[in-house]
Protein backbone atom coordinates (compact mmCIF):
# COMPACT_ATOMS: atom_id res chain seq x y z
CA UNK A 1 0.00 0.00 0.00
CA UNK A 2 1.27 3.22 -0.77
CA UNK A 3 2.21 5.88 1.45
CA UNK A 4 0.05 9.21 1.78
CA UNK A 5 2.21 11.75 1.10
CA UNK A 6 1.45 15.34 2.93
CA UNK A 7 3.33 18.51 1.91
CA UNK A 8 3.60 21.73 4.25
CA UNK A 9 4.18 25.03 2.27
CA UNK A 10 5.86 26.62 5.87
CA UNK A 11 7.64 25.20 8.08
CA UNK A 12 7.36 27.40 11.29
CA UNK A 13 6.34 26.79 14.85
CA UNK A 14 2.59 25.38 13.81
CA UNK A 15 3.43 23.79 10.90
CA UNK A 16 6.81 22.59 12.56
CA UNK A 17 4.72 20.83 15.28
CA UNK A 18 1.91 19.99 13.02
CA UNK A 19 4.73 17.53 11.22
CA UNK A 20 6.55 16.13 14.37
CA UNK A 21 3.19 15.24 15.70
CA UNK A 22 2.50 13.02 12.58
CA UNK A 23 5.84 11.45 12.96
CA UNK A 24 6.28 10.71 15.89
CA UNK A 25 2.21 8.94 15.93
CA UNK A 26 1.30 5.76 14.37
CA UNK A 27 0.38 8.70 11.58
CA UNK A 28 3.67 8.49 10.74
CA UNK A 29 3.82 4.85 9.75
CA UNK A 30 1.72 5.38 6.11
CA UNK A 31 2.86 8.87 5.32
CA UNK A 32 5.24 10.43 3.76
CA UNK A 33 5.94 14.15 4.80
CA UNK A 34 7.73 17.18 2.67
CA UNK A 35 7.84 20.68 3.44
CA UNK A 36 8.79 24.50 1.53
CA UNK A 37 10.26 27.36 3.04
CA UNK A 38 11.82 30.53 2.01
CA UNK A 39 14.09 29.75 4.82
CA UNK A 40 15.66 25.97 3.72
CA UNK A 41 17.32 25.65 7.39
CA UNK A 42 14.22 25.01 9.03
CA UNK A 43 13.25 22.03 6.05
CA UNK A 44 16.58 20.92 7.15
CA UNK A 45 16.20 20.98 10.65
CA UNK A 46 13.35 18.54 10.14
CA UNK A 47 14.68 15.67 7.80
CA UNK A 48 15.74 14.00 11.23
CA UNK A 49 11.91 13.55 11.49
CA UNK A 50 11.40 12.10 7.89
CA UNK A 51 10.63 15.80 6.18
CA UNK A 52 12.27 16.22 2.47
CA UNK A 53 12.72 19.20 1.19
CA UNK A 54 10.78 20.82 -2.16
CA UNK A 55 12.13 23.61 -3.57
CA UNK A 56 8.78 25.66 -4.07
CA UNK A 57 4.94 25.88 -3.80
CA UNK A 58 4.47 24.31 -7.00
CA UNK A 59 6.81 21.15 -6.47
CA UNK A 60 5.44 20.06 -3.10
CA UNK A 61 1.58 20.59 -4.54
CA UNK A 62 2.80 18.77 -7.63
CA UNK A 63 3.70 15.80 -5.39
CA UNK A 64 1.36 15.59 -2.73
CA UNK A 65 -1.89 14.48 -2.00
CA UNK A 66 -2.18 16.91 0.74
CA UNK A 67 -1.01 20.45 0.87
CA UNK A 68 -0.91 22.04 4.36
CA UNK A 69 -0.86 26.17 4.08
CA UNK A 70 0.92 26.79 7.38
CA UNK A 71 1.72 30.42 6.98
CA UNK A 72 0.50 33.57 8.20
CA UNK A 73 -2.51 35.01 7.11
CA UNK A 74 -1.51 38.02 5.64
CA UNK A 75 0.96 36.05 2.85
CA UNK A 76 -1.18 33.42 2.51
CA UNK A 77 -2.88 34.90 -1.03
CA UNK A 78 0.66 34.94 -2.87
CA UNK A 79 1.32 30.96 -1.39
CA UNK A 80 -1.58 30.46 -2.70
CA UNK A 81 -0.86 31.60 -6.02
CA UNK A 82 2.47 29.92 -6.29
CA UNK A 83 0.90 26.55 -5.76
CA UNK A 84 -2.14 27.33 -8.00
CA UNK A 85 -0.55 25.98 -11.04
CA UNK A 86 -0.48 22.47 -9.29
CA UNK A 87 -3.47 22.12 -7.90
CA UNK A 88 -5.96 19.73 -9.27
CA UNK A 89 -9.26 18.18 -8.20
CA UNK A 90 -7.49 15.34 -6.42
CA UNK A 91 -5.71 17.56 -4.45
CA UNK A 92 -6.56 18.76 -0.80
CA UNK A 93 -5.83 22.11 0.40
CA UNK A 94 -5.33 22.72 4.12
CA UNK A 95 -5.53 25.75 5.68
CA UNK A 96 -4.51 26.57 8.89
CA UNK A 97 -4.45 30.85 8.62
CA UNK A 98 -7.10 32.55 10.45
CA UNK A 99 -9.82 34.11 8.31
CA UNK A 100 -9.26 32.37 5.23
CA UNK A 101 -12.14 30.64 3.73
CA UNK A 102 -12.49 28.14 1.48
CA UNK A 103 -14.20 29.91 -1.11
CA UNK A 104 -11.25 32.10 -1.24
CA UNK A 105 -8.92 29.12 -1.79
CA UNK A 106 -11.16 27.74 -4.69
CA UNK A 107 -11.05 31.26 -6.45
CA UNK A 108 -6.96 31.87 -6.65
CA UNK A 109 -6.85 27.88 -7.56
CA UNK A 110 -9.43 26.17 -9.31
CA UNK A 111 -13.52 25.95 -8.58
CA UNK A 112 -13.61 22.63 -7.44
CA UNK A 113 -10.80 23.04 -5.15
CA UNK A 114 -11.36 20.31 -1.89
CA UNK A 115 -10.35 22.29 1.14
CA UNK A 116 -10.41 21.79 4.73
CA UNK A 117 -10.22 24.68 7.06
CA UNK A 118 -8.62 23.94 10.78
CA UNK A 119 -8.10 26.40 13.61
CA UNK A 120 -5.38 25.29 15.42
CA UNK A 121 -3.35 26.11 19.28
CA UNK A 122 -0.20 26.64 20.22
CA UNK A 123 -0.23 24.14 22.57
CA UNK A 124 0.05 21.77 19.84
CA UNK A 125 4.09 22.15 20.06
CA UNK A 126 3.61 20.26 23.17
CA UNK A 127 1.20 17.56 21.38
CA UNK A 128 -1.38 18.92 23.74
CA UNK A 129 -2.98 20.99 20.93
CA UNK A 130 -6.94 21.87 20.45
CA UNK A 131 -7.85 21.73 16.48
CA UNK A 132 -11.56 22.96 15.34
CA UNK A 133 -11.64 21.44 11.88
CA UNK A 134 -14.45 21.86 9.35
CA UNK A 135 -14.60 21.16 5.20
CA UNK A 136 -16.51 21.83 2.09
CA UNK A 137 -18.73 19.72 0.19
CA UNK A 138 -15.73 18.40 -1.94
CA UNK A 139 -14.02 16.97 0.38
CA UNK A 140 -14.77 12.88 0.97
CA UNK A 141 -15.04 11.52 4.25
CA UNK A 142 -12.32 9.39 3.94
CA UNK A 143 -9.97 12.09 2.90
CA UNK A 144 -11.50 14.21 6.12
CA UNK A 145 -10.72 11.05 8.34
CA UNK A 146 -7.00 11.85 7.10
CA UNK A 147 -6.31 15.10 8.23
CA UNK A 148 -8.44 14.52 11.37
CA UNK A 149 -6.32 11.84 12.37
CA UNK A 150 -3.30 13.98 11.66
CA UNK A 151 -4.66 16.73 14.30
CA UNK A 152 -5.78 14.13 17.41
CA UNK A 153 -2.28 12.85 16.85
CA UNK A 154 -1.29 16.31 18.47
CA UNK A 155 -3.80 16.35 21.26
CA UNK A 156 -7.78 17.06 20.93
CA UNK A 157 -9.86 17.79 17.46
CA UNK A 158 -13.08 18.74 17.08
CA UNK A 159 -15.16 19.28 14.16
CA UNK A 160 -17.64 22.16 13.92
CA UNK A 161 -19.81 23.83 11.20
CA UNK A 162 -17.61 26.01 8.42
CA UNK A 163 -19.41 29.12 8.93
CA UNK A 164 -18.32 28.99 13.08
CA UNK A 165 -14.61 28.98 11.91
CA UNK A 166 -14.31 32.62 13.19
CA UNK A 167 -16.81 32.32 15.97
CA UNK A 168 -14.03 29.31 17.51
CA UNK A 169 -10.92 31.18 17.33
CA UNK A 170 -11.79 32.66 20.44
CA UNK A 171 -12.66 29.52 22.20
CA UNK A 172 -9.45 27.71 21.25
CA UNK A 173 -6.73 29.37 18.92
CA UNK A 174 -6.66 32.57 20.91
CA UNK A 175 -7.71 31.72 24.00
CA UNK A 176 -4.24 30.02 25.20
CA UNK A 177 -3.38 33.88 25.20
CA UNK A 178 -6.23 34.95 27.33
CA UNK A 179 -5.18 31.95 29.92
CA UNK A 180 -2.05 33.31 29.95
CA UNK A 181 -2.48 36.76 31.23
CA UNK A 182 -5.27 35.44 33.85
CA UNK A 183 -2.48 32.85 35.06
CA UNK A 184 -0.41 35.78 35.48
CA UNK A 185 -2.33 37.80 37.84
CA UNK A 186 -2.15 34.81 40.42
CA UNK A 187 1.48 34.11 39.88
CA UNK A 188 2.03 38.41 40.40
CA UNK A 189 -0.31 38.48 43.41
CA UNK A 190 1.68 35.36 44.62
CA UNK A 191 5.23 37.48 44.31
CA UNK A 192 3.79 40.24 45.87
CA UNK A 193 3.20 38.54 49.37
CA UNK A 194 6.42 37.13 49.16
CA UNK A 195 5.45 33.55 47.43
CA UNK A 196 8.14 32.41 44.75
CA UNK A 197 7.01 32.85 41.51
CA UNK A 198 8.96 29.70 40.23
CA UNK A 199 6.37 27.96 43.09
CA UNK A 200 3.26 29.42 42.32
CA UNK A 201 3.43 29.15 38.60
CA UNK A 202 3.94 25.21 39.43
CA UNK A 203 0.78 25.14 41.50
CA UNK A 204 -1.11 27.46 39.55
CA UNK A 205 -0.32 25.75 36.20
CA UNK A 206 -1.28 22.15 37.53
CA UNK A 207 -4.69 23.48 38.71
CA UNK A 208 -5.27 24.78 35.43
CA UNK A 209 -4.72 20.73 34.21
CA UNK A 210 -6.26 19.33 36.92
CA UNK A 211 -9.43 22.03 36.61
CA UNK A 212 -9.33 21.30 33.28
CA UNK A 213 -9.41 17.28 33.56
CA UNK A 214 -12.70 17.87 35.96
CA UNK A 215 -14.34 19.58 32.91
CA UNK A 216 -13.36 17.25 30.58
CA UNK A 217 -13.73 13.29 32.77
CA UNK A 218 -15.84 14.58 35.96
CA UNK A 219 -19.14 14.35 34.46
CA UNK A 220 -20.13 16.99 35.93
CA UNK A 221 -21.43 20.58 35.06
CA UNK A 222 -19.35 23.64 35.21
CA UNK A 223 -22.01 25.18 38.27
CA UNK A 224 -21.65 22.18 39.50
CA UNK A 225 -18.09 22.53 39.56
CA UNK A 226 -18.17 25.65 41.03
CA UNK A 227 -20.47 24.94 44.15
CA UNK A 228 -17.52 21.84 44.59
CA UNK A 229 -15.12 24.31 45.74
CA UNK A 230 -17.25 26.63 47.10
CA UNK A 231 -18.13 25.97 50.69
CA UNK A 232 -20.60 28.45 52.63
CA UNK A 233 -18.88 31.53 54.06
CA UNK A 234 -15.26 30.07 52.35
CA UNK A 235 -12.68 31.67 51.22
CA UNK A 236 -13.28 30.53 47.94
CA UNK A 237 -16.55 32.54 47.68
CA UNK A 238 -15.38 35.78 49.09
CA UNK A 239 -13.09 35.79 46.20
CA UNK A 240 -15.56 34.61 43.40
CA UNK A 241 -17.73 37.83 44.65
CA UNK A 242 -14.73 40.02 43.51
CA UNK A 243 -15.11 38.35 40.12
CA UNK A 244 -18.54 38.58 40.06
CA UNK A 245 -18.59 42.14 41.48
CA UNK A 246 -16.09 42.55 38.28
CA UNK A 247 -18.35 41.60 36.11
CA UNK A 248 -15.66 38.37 34.80
CA UNK A 249 -18.50 36.57 32.29
CA UNK A 250 -19.16 40.04 30.88
CA UNK A 251 -15.62 40.32 30.36
CA UNK A 252 -14.61 37.44 28.48
CA UNK A 253 -18.20 37.48 26.29
CA UNK A 254 -17.04 41.09 25.55
CA UNK A 255 -12.91 39.23 24.88
CA UNK A 256 -14.21 36.86 22.41
CA UNK A 257 -16.89 39.15 20.79
CA UNK A 258 -14.05 41.38 19.79
CA UNK A 259 -11.75 38.56 19.25
CA UNK A 260 -14.75 37.17 16.34
CA UNK A 261 -14.66 41.18 14.69
CA UNK A 262 -10.96 41.14 14.34
CA UNK A 263 -11.29 37.60 12.66
CA UNK A 264 -13.89 38.89 10.16
CA UNK A 265 -11.85 42.24 9.45
CA UNK A 266 -9.31 39.82 8.46
CA UNK A 267 -11.42 37.63 6.62
CA UNK A 268 -10.78 36.49 2.59
Known sequence: MDKIK??????????????????????????????????????????????????????????????????????????????????????????????ISDEFIASKTIPEAKVILVMPNTPLLLGEGASALSRNDRVSDEEFDVILNVFRSCGKAAVIPKDKMKEIIAINGSSPAFIYLFAKSFIDYAEAVGIPSESAAELFSQSLIGSAKMISDSGYTIDELIKMVSSPGGTTLAGLDKLYDGKLEDTVRSCCESCTKRAYELSK
Do not use: H, R, W
Request: aromatic share 6%; proline share 3%; net charge negative.
Open 6 to 99: IGFIGAGNMGTAIMKGIASSSVGENTELFAFDPDSAKVSALSKFGVSACKSEAELTEMCEYIFLAVKPQIIETVIEAAAPAVTSEKVIISIAAG
